[in-house]
């Protein structure tokens, strides 16, 4: 991507803690910031890894953290896991829940201990009054079953969104964010979604890579990995379809993302 100096990013949701950043991870940085991301949110996978990601995020400024249990790691959670996340929320840098949901595409995790968790970790995203990065894949409405069953509004993101019309309404009615990534530049999978980016009201919008995942075209021809330099990428097709303005939609997704984990502009 070119570098802008009038656009300002926040890739919302990456798990740049992943091993696979370790021997770049201070080249990786530089090239996020010359493409404009000046800052970015680790998504926490489980308990053990937590720890990383808040290292992370007090060693490099741009960078926060997010502690959770996600759906494919739930098998191996315990009540031990939430009490060392517990102690990591009091954080400054720690500004969510997550990534906490269900997945029934890849069934790492059986449905009850997804299940269980998601509730409990539900339950403390509200004692601790922190907005939750959601996980959703193949549930066929079950995760908006709980949430509309647990509470009826929410400080959160439906993140990696690619689902239906309906679902769409349903999380914005229960007060969430729409997290979009790559996919939405993809030619044939992101079909949809970038019909449906139209219909999102453009103070919820959020944009994420969900690096080193779901890598965006045309980077996804030369990169295997993904990186928060390419969430420009996602920016420009939500622009392009919107018919806005880059810097002006990035303005607003970049409050809409720091008001959302509250981060003081």
Same mark, same amino acid.
Request: hydrophobic fraction near 40%; charge should be negative; include cysteine.
């Given at each position: 991507?070119?570098?802008?100096?009038?656009? %300002?990013?926040?890739? #919302?949701? =990456?798990?740049?803690? *992943?091993?696979?950043? /370790?021997? *770049?991870?201070?080249?990786?940085?530089?090239?996020?910031?010359?493409?404009?991301?000046? #800052?970015?949110?680790?998504?926490?996978?489980?308990?053990?890894?937590?720890?990383?990601?808040?290292? +992370?995020?007090?060693?490099?400024?741009?960078?926060?953290?997010?502690?959770?249990?996600?759906?494919?790691?739930?098998?191996?959670?315990? /009540? $031990?896991?939430?009490?060392? @996340?517990?102690?990591?929320?009091?954080?400054?840098?720690?500004?969510? !829940?997550?990534?906490?949901?269900?997945?029934?595409?890849?069934?790492? #995790?059986?449905? %009850? *201990?997804?299940? %269980?968790?998601?509730?409990?970790? +539900?339950?403390?995203?509200?004692?601790?009054?922190?907005?939750?990065?959601?996980? /959703?894949? /193949?549930?066929?409405?079950? +995760? @908006?079953?709980?949430?509309?069953?647990?509470?009826? #509004?929410?400080?959160?993101?439906?993140? =990696?969104? $690619?689902?239906?019309?309906?679902?769409?309404?349903?999380?914005?009615? +229960?007060?969430?964010? !729409?997290?979009?990534?790559?996919?939405?530049?993809?030619?044939?999978?992101?079909? &949809? @979604? &970038?019909? @449906?980016?139209? %219909?999102?009201?453009?103070? &919820?919008?959020?944009?994420?890579? *969900?690096?080193?995942?779901?890598?965006?075209?045309?980077?996804?021809n030369k990169f295997r990995r993904n990186e928060p330099a390419f969430v420009g990428r996602v920016l420009h097709k939500i622009a392009e379809m919107r018919g806005d303005e880059p810097e002006i939609l990035a303005k607003t997704i970049w409050d809409n993302t720091r008001r959302l984990l509250g981060i003081a502009t």
């Amino acid at each position: 991507m070119e570098p802008s100096h009038h656009i %300002k990013l926040f890739d #919302s949701h =990456c798990h740049i803690d *992943d091993r696979c950043y /370790e021997n *770049d991870f201070a080249a990786m940085l530089d090239r996020a910031q010359k493409a404009g991301v000046a #800052s970015m949110l680790i998504a926490g996978v489980d308990a053990k890894g937590a720890p990383k990601a808040v290292r +992370l995020a007090n060693r490099y400024n741009p960078i926060y953290a997010a502690v959770g249990v996600h759906p494919h790691d739930a098998r191996h959670c315990t /009540e $031990d896991d939430l009490v060392r @996340l517990e102690a990591l929320r009091h954080d400054t840098k720690v500004v969510a !829940v997550g990534e906490i949901g269900l997945d029934f595409n890849r069934m790492f #995790s059986p449905r %009850k *201990d997804q299940e %269980k968790w998601f509730i409990r970790l +539900l339950e403390m995203a509200d004692q601790w009054n922190l907005p939750m990065i959601l996980h /959703e894949r /193949e549930t066929e409405g079950r +995760l @908006l079953e709980i949430l509309e069953a647990h509470n009826q #509004s929410y400080n959160g993101v439906i993140h =990696c969104f $690619d689902g239906t019309e309906k679902e769409l309404y349903r999380y914005l009615d +229960l007060g969430l964010h !729409v997290g979009i990534t790559g996919i939405v530049t993809i030619q044939k999978r992101g079909e &949809r @979604l &970038r019909q @449906l980016v139209l %219909k999102i009201p453009v103070d &919820r919008i959020l944009i994420e890579t *969900d690096a080193p995942y779901l890598t965006p075209a045309p980077e996804k021809n030369k990169f295997r990995r993904n990186e928060p330099a390419f969430v420009g990428r996602v920016l420009h097709k939500i622009a392009e379809m919107r018919g806005d303005e880059p810097e002006i939609l990035a303005k607003t997704i970049w409050d809409n993302t720091r008001r959302l984990l509250g981060i003081a502009t």
